[in-house]
């Protein structure tokens, strides 16, 4: 992990005893949102709660609106250690849980299908290669998925 840094026009808290383990923004897409809310589920069961051997750094950003960050103390050696690992781990394969990420990619997957029209969801059965009655249905057909992500839309 590295070591907290800051921009050169950041006005905000310093947090330079800290390592960076990982973060999100508003317009973080299913992986990045799923990696940092189950990375911070594992931490809390890791580290106390009421200490500081870990925290989530927010602050305002002109493009994205705002950024929070996973940060490590560094007087925490066996949680600066964990962390180390995971990132090792998210460098070989980005998904920190494959369960999450599927769960939250059906969910969007659902929520978009309810918001589409009748011929949007033509379309979509059509490049899956489904039959157009499926259009109808209340819930997205499984077959669909792939068409039904954050990228294919």
Not at 32 to 55: G, H, L, P, T, Y
Not at 81 to 107: C, F, I, T
């Amino acid at each position: 992990m590295q070591k907290w840094e800051h921009a050169e026009n950041y006005m905000g808290t310093s947090y330079y005893d800290y390592y960076v383990l990982a973060g999100h923004h508003r317009n973080s897409g299913i992986l990045e949102e799923s990696n940092f809310q189950c990375i911070v589920r594992d931490i809390k069961k890791r580290a106390k709660e009421s200490s500081k051997s870990w925290i989530i750094s927010r602050s305002a950003h002109w493009m994205t609106g705002w950024v929070e960050d996973i940060l490590i103390h560094q007087s925490n050696k066996k949680l600066v250690a964990w962390g180390n690992k995971v990132e090792q781990m998210l460098e070989e394969y980005p998904v920190y849980d494959e369960d999450d990420v599927s769960h939250r990619e059906d969910e969007y997957a659902q929520e978009l299908w309810k918001q589409l029209g009748i011929e949007e969801r033509k379309e979509i059965l059509t490049r899956a290669k489904l039959p157009l009655t499926l259009a109808q249905q209340k819930y997205y057909p499984q077959d669909a998925g792939e068409y039904l992500t954050e990228d294919a839309m």
